[in-house]
């Protein structure tokens, strides 16, 4: 056996190794002393709109700076949510596969330690304040990612304006038994499969409820209506005819599948002198959607069992606010469910100017108004078109 170049070898190998570590480190020392990007502190003009009189002190700012996505860690375990929520998910599963379930949450539970806090000492204490203070609420901002401290009987003056529109009706009593009766019925007659069906029927279903978004990008803040439909008698079946209308969803030109194709469409046009850009405000969408239009779209798309329970979907538009249950007498249902069925048509707004109004809405708040001023169109013109989008087409 040759020793010599043995020794040799590893030598070699030895500082080949000792290179590569040495350099490693040395980028490893050099990335530590690089100079890192300063992070710009937010501007909690932006992030915290204060719409009170009352003067938020630091600890309080701070706080609601992180945003209402932002979770303060537990002093505790709390064990109860936990076993619950498991107890919740675990109740249609067979005995035995639940049983493991709950024997492995166990062992997870009595190792787990509480987190590491993630809040200051006064920051949790303001978080108390602003708890005790029931003549406030702390809302999402309708856009912008901002916070909005609002007082209580403001929030309820302006939901009660929206709702005096005649497109509300208030209703005598609670018709969610009604409505969740119907449903099954319904499933009951319509060819769905029936292991699809046992997870279309409400399962204590609650009554759809009511709240609005500041949009504080307007003057006055006026308030966005939103309908949560989240456990409601028609929620499961909406999201599964949604997946029924998929597939024939996008098959038209004027079809947006979202801003970036918008911007797509737009990058692709190329304007003459003669040409204006119209911005249109939608003031209420969903409730000035024709239903009969909407149901003889579908007609042609589905058998009479399908249209049916679309029907029954479109037709639910009962909420709850404020202990008090209303009905939506035009239109459709413009809760999370129904939304997502309803097409929304475009118009030749004058003889003269072909424009094309793209109208973006999120989240079902929204007739576009009269009156709105168009650089480069008479008045009347102006009118006419508004009257045309509103109206259903040209008049």
């Not at 929204?366 to 259903?392: F, L, P, Q, T």
Request: charged share 30%; aromatic share 6%; net charge positive.
């Amino acid at each position: 056996m040759d020793w010599d170049y043995i020794d040799r070898a590893t030598t070699a190998n030895g500082e080949l190794l000792l290179r590569k570590d040495s350099e490693r480190q040395k980028k490893k020392f050099a990335r530590l002393n690089s100079t890192k990007a300063i992070r710009t502190p937010l501007d909690r003009s932006r992030t915290v709109i204060n719409l009170t009189d009352t003067e938020l002190d630091e600890p309080t700012l701070s706080v609601l700076s992180k945003g209402l996505n932002f979770a303060p860690a537990p002093r505790s375990i709390p064990y109860t949510d936990f076993i619950g929520g498991i107890e919740q998910a675990v109740r249609k599963l067979p005995g035995e596969a639940a049983e493991e379930v709950r024997n492995e949450v166990t062992m997870v539970l009595k190792r787990a330690l509480p987190p590491k806090s993630n809040t200051f000492k006064e920051e949790r204490e303001a978080l108390q304040a602003l708890r005790r203070k029931t003549d406030i609420m702390v809302l999402p901002a309708d856009k912008g990612n901002a916070t909005v401290i609002m007082k209580k009987e403001e929030c309820h003056s302006k939901i009660r304006e929206v709702l005096s529109d005649t497109a509300y009706v208030r209703l005598s009593r609670d018709p969610t038994d009604a409505i969740m009766r119907k449903t099954s019925e319904l499933l009951k007659k319509a060819e769905i499969p029936a292991e699809i069906t046992k997870h279309l029927r409400p399962q204590a279903p609650a009554p759809p409820r009511l709240y609005g978004l500041p949009k504080n990008h307007k003057t006055g803040a006026p308030l966005r209506p939103i309908v949560s439909a989240i456990s409601s008698p028609t929620y499961n079946l909406a999201k599964h005819l949604t997946s029924v209308l998929s597939p024939h969803v996008g098959c038209c030109e004027n079809h947006l599948r979202n801003s970036a194709d918008f911007v797509k469409i737009l990058d692709e046009i190329r304007l003459e002198e003669r040409d204006i850009l119209v911005s249109l405000d939608v003031v209420s969408l969903f409730t000035r959607v024709p239903l009969t239009d909407t149901l003889r779209l579908l007609e042609a798309k589905f058998d009479a069992t399908t249209v049916m329970l679309f029907r029954h979907v479109l037709t639910s538009t009962y909420f709850l606010y404020d202990g008090q249950y209303f009905e939506q007498a035009d239109g459709v249902d413009y809760s999370g469910g129904a939304r997502r069925f309803t097409t929304l048509r475009y118009h030749h707004v004058s003889p003269k100017k072909e424009v094309m109004v793209a109208i973006y809405n999120q989240d079902g708040s929204g007739v576009v108004e009269e009156g709105v001023r168009v650089s480069g169109v008479r008045k009347e013109e102006n009118r006419k078109g508004v009257r045309a989008i509103n109206g259903g087409g040209p008049k």
